[in-house]
């Protein structure tokens, strides 16, 4: 859900403020002009009503952030405040973040602007977004039925201040991030299983400031070795996966609702076209089958199946594998590579570009296939595609540690398609 609120704030004089901007080197800052916008989606589970942004932090800092030059909280913000010409740069922030915290989302915003003499200076909107990361701990019901009472889960970001969430706990952590693209998620359950003990510990890389990290435990079983009197014995292990919840969601609050002084006139509406009984009759796409929708599937890492929405830390070449499905026949696989690294000048150099369509590869055809990918009448109409980025992988370690992000599109000649981001952590 989207909230956005504003306070009516009462006027204060303040510095060297007067009722008209100064003329001795300073303008005015205009903090009535100053609105606080919360992206608060969270998730189809969301269940607050909406944000109160009355308490929330307002920061001036100096233009490098190094000298914090007044703090307010934003009911209590004057309507103006002198400063000198120049650079500075304005924090807006829900509370004060601790590392650790049970149903706290952090709210977080920040934007420069300059000061010029005699000028007053309007900040407008600031949209606040989830800025530490939140974590919800699920269990599936046939591990459920074997759960003991002691169950466990203890969490925690980049091995910092840890949050204990036993097998009743609905309630979500927050955890504060270190940086914005590239933090550790640490899981560790301990408890008893069908009566034994099992412990567990995860970890997972890649992890952004904003995140929702969904972590699912299973129940696994395997069959084991054959007993004396020719019966099978069962393996039971406790499997766990890490899903991002999309909680990307981009609204502008508007202004304040007020009295328009001056309506404007709509504009005029175009006159239809009329119909030219010789047309054909418009028809529309035929719809695609739920069961013949495209899809794109992790087949192999380092000869294993793997969760395409997971990161993956690739040390150097390796086997990676990726299938495409198009039950109704592919038409297009669209591909953008977004990295740290290998910007397109780099990838240039080895007859790529960031941008490129396995279908009609154009110039990039050559580059495409010598590594190792399918091109052209390869694709065109095929139900099962194997996007091999097997050798592509020597190529992510060779300038550094990064971040890379495959974005894989498949459309079909129905018109349907699919996006998944394959993304790979160079070491």
């Known amino acids: 859900m989207i909230s956005f609120t504003s306070c009516d ?27 606080i916008g919360v992206n608060a989606a969270e998730s189809e589970v969301q269940t607050r009503a909406g944000v109160d942004v009355t308490n929330f932090i307002v920061k001036l800092y100096d233009e490098n952030k190094v000298t914090l030059l007044k703090e307010w909280k934003y009911s209590e913000m004057p309507e103006v405040f002198a400063l000198n010409v120049g650079t500075y740069e304005i924090d807006v922030l829900s509370h004060e973040v601790n590392e650790a915290e049970w149903e706290k989302p952090y709210y977080y ?19 606040c977004r989830l800025n530490n990361v939140k974590v919800t701990i699920e269990y599936d019901d046939e591990l459920k039925a074997v759960m003991g009472n002691d169950i466990n889960v203890a969490v925690s970001l980049n091995q910092n201040t840890k949050l204990d969430f036993n097998q009743t706990e609905t309630r979500a952590g927050y955890f504060k991030t270190q940086n914005a693209e590239n933090n550790v998620l640490y899981t560790s359950f301990k408890g008893t ?3 034994e003990m099992y412990e567990v510990n995860n970890s997972f890389s890649g992890v952004k400031a904003g995140e929702y990290r969904r972590v699912v435990y299973s129940l696994k079983s395997s069959i084991g070795d054959i007993d004396e009197g020719g019966v099978p014995t069962f393996i039971i292990s406790v499997d766990v996966t890490c899903f991002v919840v999309d909680m990307t969601v981009d609204v502008d609050p508007g202004a304040d609702e007020g009295i328009d002084d001056f309506p404007v006139a709509p504009d005029p509406v175009d006159p239809v076209d009329p119909v030219d009984p010789t047309d054909p009759e418009p028809t529309d796409p035929e719809p695609t089958d739920p069961e013949n929708a495209p899809s794109i599937v992790g087949t192999s890492f380092y000869g294993a199946p793997f969760d395409i929405d997971q990161s993956l830390i ?12 198009a039950p109704d026949k592919i038409a297009n696989v669209e591909v953008t ?8 000048d780099i ?35 095929q139900t099962e ?20 992000h495959f974005i894989i599109k498949v459309t079909d000649q129905k018109g349907a398609s699919v996006t998944k981001t394959l993304t790979l952590i160079s070491e």
């Open 347 to 381: 990838l240039g150099e080895v007859g790529l570009t960031d941008e490129f369509d396995l279908a009609y590869p154009g110039d990039y055809a050559t580059g495409l296939s010598g590594l190792g990918f399918p091109v052209g009448d390869d694709v065109i109409g």
């Open 337 to 344: 590579i977004d990295s740290d690294t290998l910007t397109p």
């Open 9 to 35: 704030r009462e006027a204060m004089v303040f510095g060297s403020q007067t009722e008209n901007p100064t003329t001795n080197g300073q303008g005015q800052l205009n903090l009535s002009s100053l609105k």
């Open 109 to 127: 915003a920040t934007q420069k602007f300059d000061i010029s003499a005699d000028t007053f200076t309007d900040l407008g909107t600031i949209t």
């Open 314 to 325: 690739i040390p150097g070449q390796c086997e990676l594998i990726v299938t495409l499905f």
């Open 193 to 195: 299983i069908a009566g």
């Open 385 to 404: 595609l194997l996007f091999d980025i097997s050798q592509f992988t020597e190529l992510l370690g060779i300038y550094g540690a990064a971040t890379h």
